[in-house]
T-cell receptor, first 110, second 111 residues
Framework: GENVEQHPSTLSVQEGDSAVIKCTYS??????FPWYKQELGKGPQLIID?????GEKKDQRIAVTLNKTAKHFSLHITETQPEDSAVYFC?????????FGTGTRLQVFP | SAVISQKPSRDICQRGTSLTIQCQVD?????MFWYRQQPGQSLTLIAT?????????ESGFVIDKFPISRPNLTFSTLTVSNMSPEDSSIYLC????????FGQGTRLTVV
């Protein structure tokens, strides 16, 4: 079955800097790769996703890149703000079942 | 996007009892999923709730412990049966249309 690894587990950046979180997956059949932001006491919020027919997708300060050959995908947050502080999860799916990474706790210091 | 409502948002339960969690979606969806998130951990799929048939459970999860209902295309329930402190987790409902969305979760504490 699918296995998703996520790095780093924690990430601290200064406000205004960029943050990058990386995930690798094992099942080459996976074709849907969402990213979620989870704030304390809340459910995961979908922030961006990418499907295997594209290599990059951007939405304002957030971008996701996908390398199908290497089976890895990354989340890029530019111009970070304190409100970006949260736990971020990547996931991969080849059918309708999402397999999640282990999460990255991002702290943005003012 | 789909709007997902979960009830209750949190509960504290005695060991040995059962709790039923409800998930309501504002549109008809084919696939509904139940996840568990243990404290400080990632999300683990419990089962896929199928309308009109039995749920499909993942390895490590059984129907007797986590019975699921899916009476229609907008609603599902997950019951956590005969609870023990190890069942203390956040339980999350998810749907996938073009994108996968989650409810706010049910924070369960078993004492």
């Amino acid at each position: 079955g699918e296995n998703v690894e996520q790095h780093p587990s924690t990430l601290s950046v200064q406000e205004g800097d960029s943050a990058v979180i990386k995930c690798t997956y094992s099942d080459s059949a996976s074709n849907y790769f969402p990213w979620y932001k989870q704030e304390l006491g809340k459910g995961p919020q979908l922030i961006i996703d990418i499907r295997s027919n594209v290599g990059e997708k951007k939405d304002q300060r957030i971008a996701v890149t996908l390398n199908k050959t290497a089976k890895h995908f990354s989340l890029h947050i530019t111009e970070t703000q304190p409100e970006d502080s949260a736990v971020y999860f990547c996931a991969a799916s080849d059918t309708d079942k999402l397999i999640f990474g282990t999460g990255t706790r991002l702290q943005v210091f003012p | 996007s789909a709007v997902i409502s979960q009830k209750p948002s949190r509960d504290i339960c005695q060991r040995g009892t059962s709790l039923t969690i409800q998930c309501q979606v504002d549109s008809q969806v084919t696939m509904m999923f139940w996840y568990r998130q243990q404290p400080g951990q990632s999300l683990t799929l419990i089962a896929t709730a199928n309308q009109g048939s039995e749920a499909t459970y993942e390895s490590g999860f059984v129907i007797d412990k986590f019975p699921i209902s899916r009476p229609n295309l907008t609603f599902s329930t997950l019951t956590v049966s005969n609870m023990s402190p190890e069942d203390s987790s956040i339980y999350l409902c998810s749907v996938e249309a073009l994108e996968a969305f989650f409810g706010q979760g049910t924070r369960l504490t078993v004492v």
